[in-house]
Every structure is written in C-alpha cells, then in structure tokens.
C-alpha cells in the first residue's frame, strides 16, 4: 500500500520548504549588508580597483587620485572613523604608496579592532589583509587571513577564495596550507 499524502500536507511542505528559503535567502542578505554598513566605498577607489584588474593602469591611476583627494578630506573630517582609513590605504596602496598606505589600514584597525566589534572589526582586518596583498607583503596578508579565519566572525575561506583582490595570495603554498585547514568549515 502507498502512502497518501493530502493536498493540504503537500501544500503544508512546499509552504514550509518556501519559508526555509526565505530565511536563507534573508541570512545572505543580512550578511551583505552588515559587510557594506561597515565600508565606506568611494567611486573613485572603486573604480581604480577595476581599471587595475582590467590592466587599465592610466584610468586606475586617475582614479585612485581623485579618490585619494576625496578621502584626504574624508579622514581629516572623520578622524576617527576606521572606514574611511581603511578605504584610504587601499586607494594609497593602488598608488603604489605602500608605507602610507599600510599605516592607513594599520591605523583603521587600530580604531576598530576585533576585540571591539568582532564582525565590523574585522572588516577593518581583512581590509588591512587587502592592502598587505595588493603592496605585495603576501605573508603579512596571509597572516592576517588565518587570524580572521580563526575567530568567529562572518568570514569563510570562500571569502578569499573569490575576492580579486587576493589572486596573487592564492598562488603561494602558505595560502594552500590555510585553504586545506579551512575549507568545507562555515
């Protein structure tokens, strides 16, 4: 004999099953949002970071020098404002400006530490880790990178594992190292 299902339970499931999605779907877009609450993303850095991964390197430098006017203002308006420094070193570091823009992501991280807020603070970590990679200290970068993973916070290995930013960290076998230890972990 089969088993007979209602059309009321089968209505009950599909109902039930639409509402999980729901939640799912809402979880993913609280987790966006909280990562965009804690960014101040001009254009200009914005775009600069395109034109690089384009190969555009005249339009970056454009760019990111308009951004870096704009940020200027922004940091001395909100000195204290980890975001804003953040942004700053990685419009320093698309300037090639490595110390500069290093002691920018340091100081945002230094405002805003983890130990502060452990979601929003490590935004200004991995931030610092995107600075560290784009200067080219890929060590300091991955160092950064296991310190996030370690803690509880928002990010996953599959953060890194898609950000451009980070394609020159991922060829390095220190990174293969930290992407065996954590992937398939939530």
Known sequence: MGCKVSRFGIISII?????????????????YATMLLGSYLPVNMLKGIAYNFLDES???????????????QAAQDNPEDARVFSSFGK???????????????????????????????????VNLAQIYAMVGEVALAIG?????????????????????????????????????EFIGQP
Not at 15 to 22: G, H, R, T, Y
């Open 144 to 180: 950064l990178m296991q310190e996030i993973l370690s803690t509880t916070n928002i990010y996953t290995i599959y953060n890194f594992e898609l950000d451009p930013n980070f394609d020159t960290v991922r060829m390095e076998p220190s990174y293969q190292e930290l992407r065996d």
């Open 91 to 125: 419009t320093l570091a698309g300037l090639n400006r490595k110390q500069e823009a290093i002691a920018a992501g340091r100081y945002a991280v230094e405002l805003y530490p983890v130990s502060l807020d452990a979601f929003l603070g490590a935004d200004r970590v």
């Open 58 to 72: 005249d339009l970056a430098a454009k760019a990111f020098e308009a951004s870096r006017v704009h940020l200027e």
């Open 15 to 31: 109902i039930a099953a639409l509402a999980l999605l729901v939640l799912v779907i809402l979880a993913v877009i609280f987790m």
